[in-house]
């Protein structure tokens, strides 16, 4: 069983920064690859990056792709997703789930998703 929480949200500027952490607990947390999504008001949840068990393979939505950045600490059991050059549409709550796989297609374990954090990004 795989447990994980978000945590790093917040209100930040046009253009400005934020690193999102994924602490994980339950089953090995080298064992499987992490996904991160977000769900903006009153839109899908959608897949934004996802990274392989050691970190080798990483994976982005074309929205965020040069602007976001997945990582991972085994050691710390926690995957992080950097995010640079931030727009008012990455505002949304996001969330990070285990994934079968770092390529498409994505695919998450079966879960129940825990709370996320909150992003707002102001113009």
């Known amino acids: 069983q795989v447990q994980l929480v978000e945590s790093g949200g917040g209100l930040v500027q046009a253009g400005g920064s934020l690193r999102l952490s994924c602490a994980a607990s339950g089953r090995t947390f080298g064992s499987y690859p992490v996904g991160w999504f977000r769900q903006a008001p009153g839109k899908e949840r959608e897949f934004v990056a996802a990274?392989?068990?050691?970190?080798?393979?990483?994976y982005y939505a074309d929205s965020v792709k040069g602007r976001f950045t997945i990582s991972r600490d085994n050691a710390k059991n926690t995957a992080y997703l950097q995010m640079n050059t931030l727009e008012p549409d990455d505002t949304a709550v996001y969330y990070c789930?285990?994934?079968?796989?770092?390529?498409?297609?994505?695919?998450?374990?079966?879960?129940?998703w825990g709370q996320g954090t909150q992003v707002t990004v102001s113009s």
């Open positions: 789930a285990a994934v079968f796989s770092a390529a498409p297609p994505i695919k998450i374990f079966p879960t129940n």
């Open positions: 990274i392989s068990e050691r970190g080798r393979i990483t």
